[in-house]
Nanobody, 121 residues
């Protein structure tokens, strides 16, 4: 069974930094594109950043120039480096991975459980 586990969230002051990690575990799969989303209280979940299997990133406008998405394919892990954090970045952050199962050939999106990021003084 494939699982995604996020870590690295917490409380940080405005202007500070955090690094989120999302590790994919299990057997018999390959990982395609990966992404980070976030959901603030009372708001819809929104896309933050994506990265292709080849490592090409893309960012939502609110985080361009402040956040960096990266991946380590050997560790099946995606990262989100968040700098110059603002109170409006406060949200639960979720990772998503496009995964293909070897034994069935079925591809689908898998989600992590989320990690809370709070930016406050």
């Amino acid at each position: 069974q494939v699982q995604l586990v996020e870590s690295g969230g917490g409380l940080v002051q405005p202007g500070g930094s955090l690094r989120l990690s999302c590790a994919v575990s299990g057997l018999g799969f390959s990982i395609n594109a990966m992404a980070w989303y976030r959901q603030a209280p009372g708001k819809q979940r929104e896309l933050v950043a994506t990265i292709t299997g080849g490592g090409i990133p893309n960012y939502a406008d609110p985080v361009k120039g402040r956040f960096t998405i990266s991946r380590d394919n050997a560790k099946n892990t995606v990262y989100l480096q968040m700098n110059s954090l603002k109170p409006e970045d406060t949200a639960v952050y979720y990772c998503k991975a496009g995964i293909t199962l070897y034994y069935t050939g079925v591809a689908g999106d898998y989600w992590g459980q989320g990690t809370q990021v709070t930016v406050s003084s």
